[in-house]
């Protein structure tokens, strides 16, 4: 991972830090004694001998039945794919490249296998000037994703953890260097390989990969830093500031600024700042933080006066354009990403300035609720041409290789026609939102799901989709959030009250973190409680155009599975609101025949088989067409950006090379968004 700073969406004036990405020391610890044998007191052993009797057994899951089910359709499984137990070995310290997972080769370590538990250890040091330590200033050691579950200790101490495999988290490590500078970290993990009530996403759980599963990733797989922060000091998403941008009729910003650190009974002020285009349009007065809370939320004006359009607009001709405008507030869109600059101040009750903050947000409006089927943006049908994108690549695999590996996928996509991308069971690297704000590309975000219902699952899930939510609620790029896949980790939605209940619940619970934007609750079929009726649908472009041409096909069953669900003792039932936005979230995962391909990948496979790129383009412009002539469906997904492992489906492969001609397959996806459009003038 390159030395860009990992949250370039949230960024502190004078920022201090160091990347901690790069050599750590690293133990397999397959028996579990790390712990017992006090290693994070005492430093990480040279080798420890490992009995394969004390080892988790791979044949204890329910995964079979679970994988027949969902695999059915794409490739036949393979038999005998477990893990097979090895005699008494010495497993010996090595060195890891951070944040990479030693399951793949940029780690250094490029080891498959179970291990599921993992310590990490290196030196760290007190990174303050003596001015920010004379003024209080603490040191923060922050971890982009740690997969499943970490412990921190400082030189032996223990100083938190956190457990959720796909969302950040921070530990404060000030007091570990009141004694000297340098200091030993070392990082716990435990990662099951076959809880399947744990998150995992397409993280496969057997000996290889197969079907739509992939390789596993464990352990740390995204950058980790030290900073140093204010005592007091104002907070990101993750912990409550929230920015709210979806106001363009009154050009209003709602803001709550949330305070960390705060002592008791403190007095503390708030300010923020907007500006576009190097432009200030305006600037709030400084705002108490109540007594009884350490937030503050407040209305900022984002409206410009003409003479502020006319300055922005002399900065930046291509703003002239009236479509680009709502009420005198500039608006982002993936034609013209317009972001305004927001900077957040802290101050003491002496008004002296102790923290700031700059970031952006993008004014835009979504409405999925009008009378006319359409999802809508910025108060207009907006068609979603979107590819799955389940972030991927050759030697790093869900880590991507450096922040301009993230720019590139979404350049790729968009040079392809696609104006956004559903994020596939996973909550992706953080910078990937910021280019997406950037150079106006719509996400779906989505969790990793689990595939075994039970109260731990229930307790895992909620806690890291809220955290999902909330780290990524101010990217204006986030246009709709899909917290299940398919009934994955549901397998009874059509008998069970109590799993349609936590469906509902996961609803629910995400229009409370953020009323401004869709909640697809189910993606596919099953649906309980949703605002987008989506389904999915790998026929062919014949039999999927006529699916498409007939609502009542449409809402009928898709992969021998309901689309809404039927009343049962204790639960009414579900069905399609008239006029909701109805998408088709899935379809395509076409591959090249093989030969044609000029590959000899026996386990390569798609939902679908074409004779050669020639065949594979007629295919898709037959069934993008085919979607939207029905006059029904607003948005579609197609099945996918890149090859993924044994999965060759994509219009790209595995290192981003086209497989068709990018101004060839832009010209039907433009063509299908044209249609659309003026279906909806």
């Known amino acids: 991972m390159s030395e860009d700073y ?172 009141v004694s000297g500078t340098s200091q030993r970290l070392t990082v716990r993990v435990f990662d099951s390989a076959h809880d399947l009530s744990q998150p995992r996403g397409k993280q ?136 305004y600059d927001i900077t957040i101040r802290l101050y003491d009750s002496t008004s002296a300035l102790i923290d700031q903050i700059h970031t952006t947000t993008g004014m835009r409006s979504l409405s999925w609720t009008d009378s006319d089927g359409t999802f809508r943006l910025n108060k207009k049908p907006y068609f979603h041409a979107l590819f799955l994108d389940q972030g991927y690549w050759q030697n790093t695999f869900m880590t991507p290789p450096s922040s301009a590996a993230l720019e590139q996928d979404i350049l790729l996509s968009k040079r392809m026609g696609f104006n956004g991308c559903r994020k596939h069971q996973k909550v992706e690297d953080p910078r990937f939102l910021y280019w997406a704000d950037r150079l106006g590309f719509l996400v779906w975000g989505e969790m990793a799901n689990a595939y075994a219902f039970s109260a731990e699952y229930v307790s895992r899930f909620d806690q890291e989709w809220r955290e999902a939510v909330m780290r990524d609620i101010n990217h204006p790029s986030v246009v709709a959030w899909t917290p299940v896949n398919e009934s994955w980790g549901y397998s009874d939605l059509a008998g069970d009250v109590q799993q349609r209940n936590h469906v509902r619940s996961l609803y629910y619970a995400t229009k409370v973190l953020d009323p401004t934007r869709p909640v697809n609750d189910n993606c596919g079929w099953e649906h309980v409680t949703t605002d987008l009726s989506t389904f999915h649908d790998y026929a062919d472009g014949e039999k999927l155009t006529e699916t498409c041409g007939s609502m009542e096909r449409i809402l009928g069953d898709h992969g021998g599975r309901p689309m809404f669900l039927s009343a049962v003792d204790g639960d009414a039932g579900s069905q399609h609101t008239p006029n909701a936005p109805v998408l088709c979230t899935e379809f395509g995962g076409v591959n090249i025949a093989r030969s044609a391909a000029g590959v000899d990948g026996e386990r390569e496979w798609g939902y679908t088989t074409a004779t050669d790129p020639k065949d594979l383009l007629k295919r898709i412009e037959k069934m993008m067409t085919g979607i939207v002539d029905g006059g029904h469906i607003c948005g579609f997904v197609y099945t996918q950006l890149t090859d993924i492992e044994q999965e060759v489906n994509g219009l790209y492969t595995i290192d981003r090379q086209e497989k068709l001609d990018a101004v060839e397959v832009k010209r039907i996806v433009d063509s299908v968004k044209k249609k659309y459009t003026e279906m909806h003038q």
Not at 287 to 308: C, G, K, T, W, Y
Request: aromatic content about 10%; hydrophobic content about 35%.
């Open 6 to 177: 990992p949250r370039p969406d949230f960024v502190r004036k004078d920022l201090n830090w160091i990347s901690l990405d790069g050599p750590w020391s690293f133990l397999f610890d397959d028996n579990d004694v790390g712990l017992s044998q006090g290693w994070h007191l005492k430093g990480l052993p040279e080798a420890v001998t490992v009995n394969s009797t004390d080892t988790n057994s791979p044949n204890k899951s329910e995964g079979p039945d679970i994988v027949a089910k969902i695999a059915s359709g794409t490739q036949e499984l393979l038999q005998g794919n477990i893990f097979k137990k090895g005699e008494v070995i010495m497993n010996k310290k090595r060195e890891i490249q951070v944040p990479f997972v030693f399951q793949c080769p940029a780690s250094g370590i490029d080891e498959k296998g179970v291990h599921e538990v993992l310590w990490y250890e290196r030196n760290i040091e007190d990174l303050r000037t003596e001015e920010q330590k004379n003024c209080g200033h603490r040191i923060l050691i922050r971890f982009g994703a740690v997969d499943y579950e970490a412990k921190i200790w400082v030189d032996g101490r223990f100083f938190g953890g956190h457990r959720g495999g796909h969302v950040p988290f921070d530990i404060d490590v000030t007091d570990a260097f």
């Open 204 to 339: 496969y759980w057997k000996a290889q990969p197969e079907s739509i599963f992939y390789t596993p990733s464990g352990g740390i797989w995204q950058s980790v830093w030290l900073e140093a922060v204010p005592a007091a000091r104002i907070g990101d998403a993750s912990t409550g500031t929230v920015l709210r941008s979806n106001d363009i009729e009154d050009g209003k910003l709602c803001a709550n600024i949330r305070v960390l650190g705060r002592p008791a009974g403190h007095v503390f002020s708030v300010e923020l700042e907007a500006s576009l285009q190097g432009v200030l349009v305006s600037k709030t007065a400084k705002i108490d933080l109540p007594r009884d809370s350490d937030a503050a939320s407040f209305e900022v004006n984002m409206h410009l006066s003409e003479a502020q359009q006319a300055d922005v607009k002399s900065h930046n001709p291509a703003l002239q354009s009236p479509d680009f405008w709502h009420n005198g507030t500039a608006l982002w869109s993936p034609e013209q990403p317009i972001l």
